[in-house]
C-alpha cells in the first residue's frame, strides 16, 4: 500500500511540475511573440522621451520607467503572470530603453521547417586530381 501510494504521489507532482513549466498558457507563441515586440518598441519609445526630458536612459531610469506603466503585463497564464513571463517583458522594455532599439525576440524564419533533426553530416569535397 506504501508503495503504491508513493507512486501516486510521484506522478502527481510530475504533471504538476509539468503544468507549471508548460503552463495552460492564455496566450499562444505567436501573441507571446508579438507582446515582446510591443512593448520593445514602447520602450525604445521611452529612450527617446528620455533624452528629451535631458535625462540618460539608464537601467535604473528605464526600469522606473517600466514601474510607470503599472501592472499592464499581459497574462502568461489563465490565473494570472508568472514571474518569469513579467521579468522577461521588463527587460525587453529595459533592453531597448537603454539602446533607443527595440529588443526583438529571434524567432526562426517562417520558410524554415520546424523539424529538430540534427542537420545532415556535411560532405567534404576533395579537389580531383588533373590528368
Known amino acids: 500500500?506504501?508503495?503504491?501510494?508513493?507512486r501516486t504521489m510521484v506522478a502527481t507532482a510530475a504533471g504538476a511540475a509539468v503544468l507549471l513549466v508548460s503552463?495552460?498558457?492564455?496566450m499562444t507563441w505567436d501573441q507571446k511573440v508579438e507582446?515582446?515586440?510591443?512593448?520593445?518598441?514602447?520602450g525604445a519609445d521611452?529612450?527617446?522621451i528620455l533624452l528629451t526630458q535631458n535625462k540618460q536612459p539608464t537601467n535604473d531610469e528605464c526600469t522606473a520607467n517600466y514601474q510607470l506603466l503599472g501592472d499592464?503585463?499581459?497574462s502568461d497564464e489563465?490565473?494570472?503572470s508568472t514571474p518569469e513571463w513579467r521579468d522577461l517583458h521588463q527587460s525587453y522594455f529595459v533592453d531597448s530603453c537603454v539602446s533607443g532599439k527595440p529588443r526583438v525576440p529571434n524567432t526562426r524564419p517562417a520558410d524554415t521547417p520546424?523539424?529538430?533533426?540534427?542537420?545532415?553530416?556535411?560532405?567534404?569535397?576533395v579537389p580531383s586530381a588533373k590528368p
Open 114 to 125: 520546424a523539424s529538430t533533426a540534427p542537420p545532415s553530416t556535411p560532405v567534404s569535397v
Open 46 to 48: 521611452a529612450h527617446y
Open 1 to 6: 500500500m506504501t508503495s503504491r501510494w508513493g
Open 78 to 80: 489563465g490565473a494570472g
Open 23 to 26: 503552463g495552460c498558457s492564455s
Open 35 to 42: 507582446e515582446l515586440r510591443k512593448i520593445g518598441e514602447r
Open 72 to 74: 499592464g503585463t499581459p
